[in-house]
Protein backbone atom coordinates (compact mmCIF):
# COMPACT_ATOMS: atom_id res chain seq x y z
CA UNK A 1 0.00 0.00 0.00
CA UNK A 2 1.51 3.59 -0.81
CA UNK A 3 1.31 6.21 1.47
CA UNK A 4 -0.45 8.74 0.07
CA UNK A 5 1.40 12.37 0.03
CA UNK A 6 -0.55 14.46 2.30
CA UNK A 7 -0.06 17.31 4.30
CA UNK A 8 -1.91 15.91 7.49
CA UNK A 9 -1.14 15.75 11.14
CA UNK A 10 1.48 12.71 11.77
CA UNK A 11 0.07 9.95 12.86
CA UNK A 12 -0.50 8.95 15.91
CA UNK A 13 0.65 4.87 16.98
CA UNK A 14 -2.02 3.16 19.33
CA UNK A 15 -1.08 2.09 22.47
CA UNK A 16 -2.76 -1.32 21.38
CA UNK A 17 0.60 -1.79 18.96
CA UNK A 18 3.06 -4.86 20.23
CA UNK A 19 6.80 -3.85 20.96
CA UNK A 20 9.40 -2.64 17.87
CA UNK A 21 11.17 -4.51 16.79
CA UNK A 22 14.48 -4.32 14.14
CA UNK A 23 14.06 -7.45 11.55
CA UNK A 24 16.60 -7.74 8.78
CA UNK A 25 14.61 -6.61 5.50
CA UNK A 26 14.92 -9.33 2.78
CA UNK A 27 11.92 -9.41 0.82
CA UNK A 28 12.62 -7.58 -2.53
CA UNK A 29 8.52 -6.44 -2.40
CA UNK A 30 9.26 -5.32 0.76
CA UNK A 31 12.28 -3.05 -0.45
CA UNK A 32 9.98 -1.77 -3.40
CA UNK A 33 7.42 -0.91 -0.37
CA UNK A 34 9.99 0.69 1.41
CA UNK A 35 11.42 2.68 -1.92
CA UNK A 36 7.80 3.44 -2.38
CA UNK A 37 7.02 5.24 0.92
CA UNK A 38 9.92 7.27 0.21
CA UNK A 39 9.09 8.44 -2.92
CA UNK A 40 5.53 9.48 -1.66
CA UNK A 41 6.98 11.05 1.67
CA UNK A 42 6.18 14.83 1.57
CA UNK A 43 9.21 15.66 3.49
CA UNK A 44 11.72 14.63 0.24
CA UNK A 45 14.81 14.46 2.16
CA UNK A 46 16.59 13.19 -1.04
CA UNK A 47 16.01 9.57 -0.27
CA UNK A 48 14.44 9.20 -2.99
CA UNK A 49 17.11 9.63 -5.11
CA UNK A 50 19.44 7.20 -3.64
CA UNK A 51 16.97 3.95 -5.04
CA UNK A 52 19.66 2.23 -6.99
CA UNK A 53 23.09 2.98 -4.49
CA UNK A 54 19.97 1.15 -1.85
CA UNK A 55 19.24 -1.01 -3.86
CA UNK A 56 22.90 -2.61 -5.48
CA UNK A 57 24.24 -2.16 -1.76
CA UNK A 58 21.26 -4.33 -0.28
CA UNK A 59 21.67 -6.99 -2.89
CA UNK A 60 25.65 -6.93 -2.38
CA UNK A 61 25.15 -7.91 1.59
CA UNK A 62 23.98 -4.34 3.11
CA UNK A 63 22.49 -4.71 6.51
CA UNK A 64 18.89 -3.58 5.98
CA UNK A 65 16.14 -3.74 9.13
CA UNK A 66 13.22 -2.19 9.11
CA UNK A 67 11.22 -1.06 12.42
CA UNK A 68 8.44 -4.08 12.85
CA UNK A 69 5.68 -4.77 15.47
CA UNK A 70 4.67 -8.16 17.32
CA UNK A 71 1.42 -8.57 16.40
CA UNK A 72 -1.51 -7.96 19.15
CA UNK A 73 -4.98 -9.49 19.19
CA UNK A 74 -6.25 -5.96 18.43
CA UNK A 75 -3.83 -5.67 15.27
CA UNK A 76 -4.93 -9.22 14.04
CA UNK A 77 -8.71 -7.93 14.28
CA UNK A 78 -8.24 -5.01 12.57
CA UNK A 79 -9.16 -2.94 16.01
CA UNK A 80 -6.37 -0.28 15.36
CA UNK A 81 -5.83 1.77 12.63
CA UNK A 82 -3.14 -0.24 10.54
CA UNK A 83 -2.92 2.12 7.27
CA UNK A 84 0.52 3.08 8.53
CA UNK A 85 2.37 0.11 7.51
CA UNK A 86 3.56 -0.70 4.60
CA UNK A 87 1.46 -3.90 3.80
CA UNK A 88 -1.69 -2.03 4.41
CA UNK A 89 -1.33 -4.23 8.05
CA UNK A 90 -0.89 -7.81 8.42
CA UNK A 91 2.18 -10.02 8.86
CA UNK A 92 4.85 -8.64 8.49
CA UNK A 93 3.94 -5.11 10.73
CA UNK A 94 6.76 -2.78 8.77
CA UNK A 95 6.47 0.75 9.52
CA UNK A 96 8.24 3.07 6.74
CA UNK A 97 11.46 3.58 8.37
CA UNK A 98 14.90 1.83 8.28
CA UNK A 99 18.05 1.65 9.49
CA UNK A 100 21.07 0.21 7.81
CA UNK A 101 25.18 0.07 8.02
CA UNK A 102 27.50 -2.93 5.91
CA UNK A 103 27.71 -5.21 9.26
CA UNK A 104 27.30 -4.56 13.03
CA UNK A 105 29.39 -2.65 14.97
CA UNK A 106 29.78 -0.56 11.68
CA UNK A 107 28.92 3.22 11.56
CA UNK A 108 25.15 3.69 10.32
CA UNK A 109 25.01 4.81 6.38
CA UNK A 110 21.12 5.41 7.28
CA UNK A 111 18.13 6.15 9.21
CA UNK A 112 14.95 6.96 7.71
CA UNK A 113 11.41 7.35 9.73
CA UNK A 114 8.29 8.81 7.15
CA UNK A 115 7.89 12.04 7.98
CA UNK A 116 4.24 11.05 8.99
CA UNK A 117 6.17 9.20 12.03
CA UNK A 118 8.42 11.34 13.26
CA UNK A 119 8.50 12.34 16.82
CA UNK A 120 7.29 9.74 18.35
CA UNK A 121 10.91 8.10 19.24
CA UNK A 122 10.75 5.42 16.31
CA UNK A 123 14.15 6.42 15.29
CA UNK A 124 15.18 6.71 18.63
CA UNK A 125 14.52 3.11 19.20
CA UNK A 126 15.67 2.09 16.08
CA UNK A 127 19.08 3.29 16.72
CA UNK A 128 19.04 1.59 20.06
CA UNK A 129 18.33 -1.35 18.86
CA UNK A 130 20.62 -1.57 16.38
CA UNK A 131 24.27 -3.91 16.18
CA UNK A 132 25.10 -0.33 14.56
CA UNK A 133 27.63 2.95 15.71
CA UNK A 134 27.43 6.08 15.40
CA UNK A 135 27.47 7.51 11.80
CA UNK A 136 30.27 9.36 10.63
CA UNK A 137 28.53 11.39 8.32
CA UNK A 138 25.09 13.68 9.43
CA UNK A 139 23.04 15.67 7.43
CA UNK A 140 22.43 18.71 8.16
CA UNK A 141 18.05 18.60 8.80
CA UNK A 142 19.45 15.43 11.38
CA UNK A 143 21.78 17.43 13.38
CA UNK A 144 19.13 18.16 16.50
CA UNK A 145 18.34 14.77 16.29
CA UNK A 146 21.37 13.14 16.80
CA UNK A 147 22.47 15.54 19.18
CA UNK A 148 19.23 14.74 20.99
CA UNK A 149 20.40 11.33 20.91
CA UNK A 150 23.76 11.59 22.00
CA UNK A 151 22.58 13.39 25.31
CA UNK A 152 20.29 10.26 26.28
Known amino acids: MALRRSRRAPVK ?20 RLFEAMSGDPKHDGFQHMFGT ?12 VASFTETD ?9 SVFLNGGGAPWIL ?8 AGQ ?6 VHSRL ?3 GIGTAMVKLSPFGRPKRI ?12 DL
Not at 107 to 112: K, T
Not at 139 to 150: D, V, Y
Open 54 to 65: LLDWWRVGGRLY
Open 74 to 82: AMFERRVDT
Open 13 to 32: LDRRLGSLQLVELESGDDLL
Open 139 to 150: LPGARRFWARLS
Open 107 to 112: PIDLLW
Open 118 to 120: RRR
Open 96 to 103: PACIAASG
